[in-house]
């Protein structure tokens, strides 16, 4: 009989421990990139296996009904960057990693995305188990992360993973809300003995972002029983710079303007500082034949990035209220004779003259930052979270035989923000420069039972049947800044109030929100004959807030012959509103056509917000479809799927929407404080619908060749979307990012050489045309043109404990597509930011690995 499920000859003992991780919790497999270094030179192909996107027994990713991806834990680190996302995006093809520039609380973390849809769409396991997400949320998110909250997956060290599992494929009828594009699982290393350390210092050409990291892993045993598996990383990261002087900053520099920066406005990666992170990974073998289990994490990091540039002149609310005709000047005592300064056609030098003429009484901000100023935004990002559980099989009795796994997590994530080298311009010269901004802070806790029975049902192997309950709470809080961030000060009636840029949250906004639900699921899979395998989802869900919803998944794989195979799957799905999305407030400075205004975010249900048309937001429902090809003779491994995904009453924030002084007038008089610096207002809404299809390639193949091992690897997606239905809520150009922002066509081709003493790789990353936009202003978007980088690393292997590495990303150097130049002096910026494969040009770096 041919072996058509390469797990099948397993024994069943060894089938229900597998399957005994029912959340996925424990993999039992290595990847090639996995052995030890002597093993690694004379490997040949090593099966991949997956637990991800199934409840019963692990099965080899050429049987599953859906599209896995597997990425081994000694693969993660063979990439220079100080996180593992882009290594997953150059190897998952439809997953896409941004990092975002002046983007206030989007710079502090890395969303990602999946198939086109936004980082709050793919649903983030770790061991299994739902990993909660980052308090921020992304409101200049480069159009498709608008208004997203996911988990802040920058805080996973590469050093700490066994491997990372990525589905290809809706499954929040198995796991619940989230998954409505697929589901990343991070396992975590569980080796009971050996290390690794490792030193990594790298620099990008232009001779900034320099990085020195050392992180390290230990494997101990705990007891004769059990395990224990620390990781640790440290880091710090310099800033980064691709900027050139604004245009109105160097006319003032002209005019003799000696305080002026060089270059007065940064567009780059921001510097991170102190950025640790500790991961425990420990389980324990009962008497009772089960196991007990423990994991969790502590990071924290301090974040420094910059923001857009206040000119002396102009500024509107701080230094000039007419557009720069007259410079603002208050009266501090009340003496007197403070008539605005006329500068309108004058140079510095006459300008700093008549401001010194001022009486003593008279305070115009020129005076204290007479080249302007460029606030800094920051924080500190705090990151824990601990899972506890047990699991293994009822012995006798009515559950005689069923697999269990009891589980306990709670995630916390906070987000300090601060803000440096700005004004509160209504307290006028008795402002402070440095701000605390205040906090938001996202708490989950989630507690699962979950259980398996293999059913003897007739087939050609037992029925899996998996069911089980969840139980979510979600807190988010926001909690007021200092008071000088936020106080309406004595000059108000001139000046703006709040500290500039960013202002501090109010003792108003400040509070707490929380909710709850519950879930109960059940999933069966049935082998019907060797070559048929299907499974059905079911998972109905009751939230406090919206009410219930019901979803379901149906997939199925049949193996023509030893090489080929079909695949395919259809379910519904959806992913329910935050908390902290259904109630965060803020106000951040933005471009509109060249020009900084204020805007405010608001919750759907503000007054402000419902006068511009917000209501109450409700879950995204989507309906997804998926067709695939397996082949798996000659050593190839390919894989093609075709999907569709539709998704209704998609979650974004709103267009801007003017406050007229009358609305704010109107509204203040019905006791809404803290809008009197606004000109415009933002909310999230359920106001588009999206139809999502592409397909994703992915071959492998592996040959002796030039006296070693070469192993080949192409993965390639085009994606599409199209917005269906929209308002102009949503309107023209927020539709054009979603449909355009990202390439359409993407592809990796990777090249892995193995020698005796010595490991290679070559990588080319293709990027298609895609809209480039800068600062999320409708002014600066255009069509942009396709990318071409290389990457490569060289590995040494001294003996088996020590390796030298040294590799370069974008290894030409080569430039993302160019703001057209009549842009560039207006934006301070060089490259367009939407760029999807970064904008800091090339990176190299050395690594010196001791593994014991």
Known sequence: MKNHNNYHPLSRAIKYALAASLTLGVTATATAQEAAPDTAKKEQAVEKIAVVGTRS????????????????????????????????????????????????????????????????????????????????????????????????????????MKQVEILRDGAAAQYGSDAIAGVVNFVLKDASDGGTIEIKHGEYYAGDGTSTEIAANVGMPLTKDGFVNLSMQYKNVDATSRSVQRDDAQGLIDAGNTSVLTPAQVWGAPEIKDDITIFANAGLDLDNGGQAYMFGNYSERDVRGGFYFRNPHNRGGVFSNDGGETLEVVDTTGAGG???????????????????????????????????????????????????????????????????????????????????????????????????????????KTFTADFVKYV????????????????TEETFEIVAGEQASWEVGPYVDQLSNGSNGFPGFQPQTAGTSSRRNYAAYVDIEAEFTEDLLGAL?????????????????????????????????TSTGFRAPTVGQANVSNVRTELNQGVLVDVGVLPPTNPVAILKGATELTPEESTSYALGLVYTGYDFFVTADYYRIDVDDRISQSAAFEITPEEIAALKAAGVRGIDSL?????????????????????????????GRSSFALAYNWNDTEVTRFSDITGEFRVSRLEDDLPKHRATFTWTQTW?????????????????????????????????????????????????????????????????????????????????????????????????
């Open 537 to 569: 989802a079911v998972r109905f869900e009751d939230y406090d807030s919206f009410g219930t919803t019901t979803n379901y998944k149906l997939t199925g794989q049949y193996r023509i012959n030893d090489d080929w195979a079909l695949r395919a799957s």
């Open 57 to 160: 027994a692990p099965r080899s990713i050429g049987d599953s009904p859906v599209p896995v991806d597997i990425i081994g834990g000694e693969e993660l680190n063979k990439n220079g960057n100080s996180d593992m996302l882009n290594l997953i995006s150059t190897t998952v093809p439809s997953l896409n990693v941004h990092a975002q520039p002046i983007s206030d609380a989007a710079t502090l973390i890395r969303p990602i995305n999946l198939r086109g849809l936004s980082s709050d769409s793919t649903l983030v396991l770790l061991n299994g188990k739902r990993r909660h997400r980052a308090s921020v949320i992304s409101f200049l998110g480069g159009g498709i992360n608008d208004g997203a909250q996911g988990p802040d997956l920058s805080v996973i060290p590469g050093i700490a």
């Open 338 to 444: 403070c008539a605005n300064v006329p500068i309108s056609g004058l140079d510095h030098q006459q300008i700093t003259s008549a401001v010194n003429a001022l009486p003593t009484n008279c305070f115009t901000f020129f005076q204290m930052f007479p080249g302007g100023f460029t606030p800094n935004f920051g924080g500190n990002i705090t990151d824990t979270s601990l899972a506890i559980g047990t699991k293994g099989e009822f012995k006798g009795g009515y559950f005689d035989g069923v697999l269990y796994d009891f589980s306990g997590v709670v995630g916390r994530s906070e987000s300090m923000f601060q803000l440096f080298n700005s004004v509160n311009a209504s307290l006028g010269p008795d402002t402070p420069t440095d701000f605390d901004a205040g906090k938001y802070i996202q708490l989950e």
């Open 679 to 707: 000109t415009s207002i933002t909310y999230l809404t359920n106001d588009f619908d999206t139809r999502t299809q592409g397909i994703d390639i992915v071959a492998n193949y592996a040959m002796d060749a030039f006296n």
């Open 756 to 852: 005796d003493d010595l490991t290679a790789f070559v990588r080319t990353n293709y990027y298609g045309t895609y809209q480039g936009v800068h600062a999320d202003d409708p002014g600066f978007a255009v069509k942009a043109t396709w990318e071409v980088t290389l990457d490569a690393e060289v590995s040494y292997y001294i003996n088996d404990s020590f390796i030298v590495s040294v590799g370069a990303q974008n290894l030409l150097d080569n430039d993302p597509a160019e703001l057209p130049a009549e842009w560039q002096g207006i934006l301070g910026g060089k490259y367009f930011e939407t760029s999807p494969m970064g904008i800091n040009g090339g990176y190299y770096y050395l690594k010196g690995t001791y593994k014991f």
């Open 456 to 471: 003897p049902a007739g087939l050609y192997e037992d029925l899996t049947v998996a069911f089980g309950a969840q139980w």
